[in-house]
């Protein structure tokens, strides 16, 4: 089995992927730009080989320089585990005539607008939306929608350059924010509680299954550096309040003609107990998610991953065992982390329960809480009861206090 793998250190996790790959018995080709003796140890020891490219962004010249590095070598699979790679590797695939998702499919799960669209035609419930280029299109999509609404890029990540727009003064306000973007989507606001909905699919079809909880919505943790975001993973995702999103999502799977490996799924529950759909890629949720679900199960979906994907096989047990909490933290000004205050108590409070904490230590720069939802450092918590996984991370949210200056 010869597996090429796209950016295998980067983002941090990939690491994970390549090792998982290589445990299943994958002879893994790595291709990134990063030089081979900068890449990590732990890396480097799952690389059957490594080619270095000057742009991974650059479709057209990666595939001319796989093309040239792979001649004479048969390949299996062509895989990307980072949302903004998964369109070149369904382009190698389709140039070496690899099985795996067409570049046709990925387009559904990286065009905002194509996948509203065709999920449209497959009769589900998506916000009513336009896609825009130019300014007068952003007026008449309002004109038609309405107020609230919500501006975002097409092919956008990270809830960057998204925002909610409540009325006209709003509009004048916003739009010049997003001269930069080349299309946007418009959609219609939708009201509720907002969800994931995660899977490792065998042809389209969920071997595994999860749901997480946003507190607050990733557009009020966007906007408020104040907050503390928690992610929790739902133990008890079969409970009958969130099926309509389950039902949900495993018709948008089929719809969007969904393959094998990992998918990551947005939806909201409206007040009223309808599951709309929000957005989909075809790839892991980043932001730790996959840990989140390991520590949920207590297994290791990076190798079960790899197994599903090579060797179109699931063996990990999936029952829940735990609600788990990731709380990401920000720190008080500018500049270096001063000091840390109340994790001490918090970890006498949460006792076996804490599995990770990854604060930024003292001396450290800040990261930019705007680019990344990592922030300023992270604690995970899991517990079998969801009020108490949920009291544990409003604890940590509110308790610790980081400061910078
Ligand atoms: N139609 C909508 N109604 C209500 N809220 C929305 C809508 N569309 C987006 N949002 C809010 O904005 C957030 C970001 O939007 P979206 O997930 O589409 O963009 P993104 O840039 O891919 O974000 P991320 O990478 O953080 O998932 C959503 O998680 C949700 O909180
Ligand atoms: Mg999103």
């Not at 010249?61 to 980072?82: F, P």
């Not at 599995?355 to 001396?363: A, I, S, T």
Request: hydrophobic share 40%; aromatic share 8%.
């Amino acid at each position: 089995m010869r597996v090429v793998f796209l950016a295998p250190a980067y983002p941090p996790e990939m690491i994970q992927y390549t090792r998982g790959l290589a445990e299943v018995g994958a002879e893994v080709y790595g291709v990134g730009d990063q030089p081979q003796s900068s890449l990590p140890a732990q890396v480097k020891q799952h690389l059957h080989d490594y080619l270095q490219v000057p742009r991974i962004m650059d479709e057209d010249d990666v595939i001319a320089r796989v093309t040239a590095w792979l001649r004479g070598r048969n390949i299996d699979r062509v895989l990307a585990n980072w949302e903004v790679l998964v369109q070149l590797a369904a382009r190698l695939r389709e140039r070496f005539g690899v099985p795996g998702m067409t570049p046709d499919v990925v387009r559904g799960f990286r065009d905002k607008e194509l996948m509203k669209e065709r999920l449209r035609t497959a009769g589900l419930r998506v916000p009513r939306s336009r896609r825009a280029s130019t300014e007068a299109a952003v007026r008449a999509a309002v004109e038609e929608i309405g107020y609230p609404i919500i501006l975002k890029p097409i092919a956008g990540a990270g809830s960057a350059d998204t925002y909610c727009i409540r009325d006209a003064a709003g509009l004048e306000e916003t739009l010049p924010k997003l001269r930069s973007v080349p299309e946007v989507s418009c959609e219609e606001y939708v009201e509720g509680e907002e969800f994931t909905f995660d899977t490792v699919c065998i042809a389209g079809k969920p071997a595994y299954e999860n749901i997480c909880q946003y507190l607050p919505k990733p557009i009020e943790a966007r906007s408020l550096e104040w907050v503390s975001p928690i992610v929790i993973t739902v133990r008890d995702m079969y409970q009958a309040r969130l099926q309509p999103g389950i039902e949900l999502g495993r018709k948008v799977l089929t719809a969007l003609q969904m393959g094998d490996g990992f998918t990551h799924m947005e939806w909201f529950l409206t007040p009223r107990g309808e599951a709309i759909f929000g957005e989909i890629g075809c790839r892991p949720g980043g932001a730790h998610l996959v840990d989140q679900m390991n520590y949920t199960s207590d297994i290791d979906l990076f190798r079960e991953w790899a197994r599903v994907v090579c060797w179109n096989k699931f063996e990990a047990p999936v029952e829940r065992k735990y609600n788990t909490a990731i709380i990401f933290k920000r720190a008080q000004g500018h500049g270096r982390i001063t000091r840390i205050e109340g994790l001490g108590d918090w970890l006498r409070e949460a006792r076996q329960w804490a599995v990770e904490e990854r604060l930024l230590r003292p001396g450290t720069q800040r990261r930019n809480w705007k680019q990344t939802l990592l922030s300023d450092g992270h604690l995970m918590v899991r517990h079998p009861d969801w009020d108490e996984a949920k009291r544990l991370s409003f604890a940590a949210a509110t308790g610790i206090r980081l400061y910078a200056g």
